[in-house]
């Protein structure tokens, strides 16, 4: 007999706290797998490619010499001008290794930024559909979250209009995210331009979630960061998960002015204390070593893309754009006449295809779901076929 528990008591601030439906889906659907079910994962939003070996090498390398204790706060030096190097010449700006903080993954970001500088009751305008967790983090530190939408007649492309109406005299952030997850919409370069020139001197921190910015298959990727003025004003959200299929290994990166960096270092003392040293050599190996596997690695996506997208046209009721950037795509479903999360469901349930509704992003999410098509061509294949023979059965469109 074991002791009865007392009721658990949580701090008020943990009712503010959500969570990020993925990973529920991917749950529901391995019990599905328990029960002996074939189910097609479309939901989880991680490149289906390992490491490359390169990356891998130097990890094993850095554990053999000694690189197991711990590191500063805000990241090993070598790490930090790696990043400092790459970043600036990506995208053209001047960066110092003092203005970048390395954490364990780059989701701490998020949480860090909006700690260190929102206020309660401070707005903080975030895209719905979004990445669940800016509207959880923003909550959670006593934000006032205000989201701004992703119009699909616009390709998903931010509407500077619609967001700037938005600014008040409260708002203190703005979180951009492009590539755009569910979306794969991304901004134009006019769009951010549009947006700094309307920021000017307003007092507006932007957070900029580049997370997805070398998984782009048209255009440039264009980053507030490289407006004049607005450096000192933007944070900006990077890592490695993504870009070289390492989202278990836990690296991520932050660029902002220095003094704020001092104060994520902080905020990573009193959390982490640091980022696991043999990971920070690995990604030294992946932001100087051959960039082939990056790629190679777009180049598969791009070709997935093309057949998800011509797959799920061809299916009545889903209406599907091409994304432009990251690896998911997010069909309109209205035309079933069901909404997002029944869809989502019955396609788990029925079709054996686990993907997401729309509605895990946001309320702005509904009237669609977000499939990812970090799953290889024959799986993206008999998705849709499962999938066609689900809407020819049920939907009788
Ligand atoms: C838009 C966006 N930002 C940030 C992250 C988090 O990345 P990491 O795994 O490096 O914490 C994700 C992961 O899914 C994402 O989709």
Wanted: aromatic fraction near 8%; proline fraction near 6%; charge should be negative.
């Amino acid at each position: 007999m074991g002791a009865t528990l007392t009721k658990l008591r949580l701090a008020d601030r943990m009712s503010r706290l959500g969570t990020e439906g993925a990973f529920e889906v991917m749950m529901r659907a391995q019990r599905l797998e328990k029960l002996g079910r074939d189910i097609i994962h479309l939901e989880i939003g991680e490149p289906d490619f390992p490491t490359p070996l390169h990356i891998v090498e130097a990890a094993e390398r850095a554990l053999r010499d000694g690189w197991t204790h711990y590191s500063p706060p805000a990241g090993l030096p070598q790490l930090r001008e790696a990043v400092a190097e790459d970043t600036s010449r990506r995208l053209g700006i001047p960066i110092d290794p003092s203005e970048v903080v390395i954490t364990p993954g780059a989701k701490p970001i998020m949480f860090f930024a909006l700690l260190a500088l929102v206020q309660p009751g401070d707005e903080v305008l975030y895209p719905n559909p979004g990445f669940p967790i800016y509207e959880s983090m923003i909550e959670f530190t006593g934000g006032r979250p205000v989201p701004y939408s992703l119009p699909e007649d616009r390709e998903f492309d931010i509407d500077v209009g619609e967001v700037l109406e938005k600014l008040s005299e409260r708002t203190r952030m703005i979180i951009l995210n492009s590539p755009h997850n569910p979306t794969g919409g991304a901004l134009g370069r006019e769009e951010v331009a549009q947006l700094a020139r309307a920021l000017g001197e307003r007092d507006v921190w932007v957070l900029s979630d580049e997370i997805y910015s070398r998984l782009l298959f048209e255009g440039e990727h264009a980053s507030l960061a490289q407006f004049p003025g607005m450096k000192d004003r933007t944070i900006i959200l990077n890592g490695f998960s993504k870009t070289y299929a390492m989202t278990g290994w836990r690296l991520g990166y932050g660029i902002m002015r220095r003094d704020l960096a001092e104060q994520m270092g902080r905020l990573m003392a009193n959390s982490n204390s640091c980022t696991a040293s043999f990971t920070q050599m690995a990604g030294i190996e992946a932001l100087r070593g051959d960039q082939a596997c990056v790629e190679a690695m777009r180049e598969e996506f791009r070709r997935r893309r093309q057949v998800i997208v011509e797959g799920l046209n061809q299916i009545p009721g889903f209406r599907c754009h091409r994304p432009r950037g990251a690896f998911y795509v997010f069909p309109n479903i209205t035309a079933t006449g069901r909404s997002s999360h029944e869809v989502a469901d019955a396609l788990l349930e029925e079709a054996g295809v686990a993907c997401l509704s729309g509605t895990a992003f946001g309320a702005g999410g509904e009237g669609y779901v977000r499939f990812s098509f970090a799953n290889s061509i024959d799986n993206i294949r008999r998705a849709l076929e499962c999938i066609e023979g689900w809407a020819a059965k049920q939907l009788r469109l």
